[in-house]
């Protein structure tokens, strides 16, 4: 799919999903955090969904639709904002492998004035950041 195409999927929203599609891509929206594919399974046996296959097809189909986003740290999955102006910042725990999506126009902001003072115009943009979420002695 291009990326005009999974533009116009964003703005459909979920409706236009495959059954397996929509269960995976709710599961990921409820939890509102990244999740890796092994716990996005156990959250989705009960409503049917029990082969990891049909659960990576599910995810791979819904990242080529613009729906999901697969971080490059983790490799957990994340719904991505329903809204193409609204950034998804991903925060990403060193220590315990946990990750949260949080807003941030700051961020969002700085990105794209620095990309355009190099003449470069930011289509779509998510920023990944590790650190540590937690206390260090833990
Ligand atoms: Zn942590």
Known sequence: MNKAA???????????????????FDALKREGNPMKAYALLERVKDEGVRAPMTVYRALSDLMDMGLVYKLDTTKAYSVTSPSASDIPVFLVCDTCGNSRMIGSEKLEEAARESALENGFYVDRLRIEVTGYCCNKSA
């Open 6 to 24: 999974g533009a116009a999927q964003r703005e459909k929203g979920s409706n236009s999903l495959s059954r397996n599609q929509a269960i995976v």
